[in-house]
């Protein structure tokens, strides 16, 4: 029997970054994937939505050439080739597989395509092999969860209801689509799928967009969305599915709607059949508890990604996958998940970390608010992108940053910056101090900061 100082589940963002830190400090790794390395985020989540995305928003700004001062375009005569879309996905997807392989072989790592199953805390099987191991990481991700429609199991056969995997198998673009949910997925597939030319509605039974974000920030892209032709469906309940109609209740009203296809993105359910084994303790979601190191109540098995339900985005896997490693290497490590962005890739994109304006007031600190839009950045002007803002949150005590939301073409890339400032636990005073480049998208950070002290300079 192969014996292992580590042995990791799943080789999603988690999994394999939890793999390569441990082998880089030392430890002998093996790890068991039962499908592709990357995982949900790679295979099937963020990379390929994000592929697409920019496809999109190349096409929209192909449409918007003339604006730019581009003749010669003949713009009532392009379209997006659904079957190269694909193809282009598939290709950077292949391309990071493939990366991902190679850092497996580089760091010395045994991986073993197949399924594992957890014997008991110190030992597992996977194709009719038993391993040994002294400490377990459980990265073995979440699965896609059914919303409670009466009649959606037809509709899943019969191909009218789809996951989000199931849109990478179209073999064409729907001309309608219905997106089920309110969060980042269901955002991003509306957004996608609006740009290209189909037609959306989003239904939730939330009463808005992305209640997990600064107020602000998701009544722009709620208020954008419906600009650019998205219909917005709130509050509705009691769903039935019969062929290809959909009747949901809406203020005591009935109502019907039909789409080519039906997109669920209702949520996740922990994947922890590979561990049933193990008397594991699980939330009320029925995902793995763990501490803020990543330990479960079993002393040598750690749980990390989506499969622990803390917070489902690749960055905060890939962190908490170091984070357990380095505590089981002796190392005093814990997550902060405050300090993860959290990012929606729409047009504009919008970005979040640390606390927002509404939770400040909720715990009653005293804060202050600073604020400036893109519409008054000399670069966003440039770029025709002005519908955004920077807000920053500072304590009023030393003028710590403790929350930025940022709505702009480029927030993804903006967030980063705001994120190490509150790492190093700077003010406001100290950002203001720092010389940005002119003209930037970044200078919105700095006006956003003077507005928290005193005042913006261009507004």
């Known amino acids: 029997m192969e014996k292992f100082d580590i042995a990791v589940i799943g080789g999603g963002p988690g999994g394999y970054v939890s793999a390569i830190k441990a082998s880089q400090m030392g430890a002998k790794v093996v790890l068991i994937e039962k499908d592709k390395p990357g995982g949900l985020c790679l295979n099937w989540g963020c990379i390929p939505t994000k592929t697409m995305l920019i496809t999109a928003k190349h096409y929209r700004d192909i449409l918007k050439s003339r604006e730019f001062g581009i003749t010669g375009i003949d713009t009532t005569n392009i379209n997006v080739d659904w079957d190269l879309l694909l193809k282009r996905k598939d290709k950077v997807v292949e391309k990071l597989v493939s990366g991902i392989n190679m850092l497996f072989k580089k760091n010395n790592i045994e991986y073993i395509n197949g399924e594992a199953e957890v014997l008991s805390s110190n030992e597992l099987m996977v194709n009719n092999k038993t391993i040994s191991y002294k400490n377990l990481i459980v990265a073995t991700g979440a699965s896609s969860k059914l919303p409670e429609i009466q009649g959606i199991d037809k509709g899943i056969i019969e191909g009218s209801f789809i996951d989000h995997k199931g849109i990478y198998s179209l073999d064409k673009r729907p001309d309608e689509v219905v997106i089920l949910g309110s969060e980042v997925y269901a955002v991003e597939f509306a957004t996608l799928f609006n740009a290209i030319g189909s037609k959306v509605t989003i239904l939730t039974d939330k009463t808005s967009l992305l209640t997990s974000f600064d107020l602000e920030l998701s009544t722009l892209l709620e208020r954008q969305l419906k600009k650019d032709g998205v219909k917005i469906v709130n509050a509705a309940n009691t769903m039935v599915f019969d062929g290809n109609s959909l009747t949901y209740v809406r203020k005591e009203k009935e109502h019907s709607i039909s789409a080519d296809k039906f997109i669920y993105l209702s949520g996740l359910k922990a994947n922890t059949e590979s561990l049933n084994k193990l008397n594991l303790n699980l939330n009320d979601r029925g995902f793995i508890k763990v501490d803020e190191s990543l330990r479960t109540n079993i002393k040598n098995i750690y749980a990390v990604g989506d499969v622990n339900g803390n917070l489902p985005l690749a960055h905060v896997a890939s962190t908490e996958g170091i984070v357990a490693v380095e505590t089981i290497m002796g190392i005093d490590s814990k997550m902060d998940y405050n300090l993860s962005p959290r990012v ?27 604020k400036f839009p893109m519409a008054a950045n000399g670069m966003a002007i440039a770029e025709s992108e002005t519908n955004g803002f920077v807000k920053i949150v500072s304590d009023n005590k030393y003028g710590e940053i403790v929350g930025v939301q940022i709505a702009s073409s480029i927030a993804s890339e903006m967030i980063s910056k705001a994120a190490a400032l509150m790492q190093m636990e700077a003010t406001v005073y100290d950002l203001i101090k720092t010389i940005h480049p002119h003209p930037t998208f970044s200078e919105t950070i700095l006006e956003a900061a003077l507005g928290a002290v005193d005042k913006p300079i261009h507004i």
Not at 347 to 369: M, W, Y
């Open 344 to 370: 929606v890739y729409s047009f504009p994109e919008i970005a979040s970390v640390g606390i927002t304006e509404e939770l400040a007031k909720k715990r009653g600190l005293d804060f202050s608010v600073g």
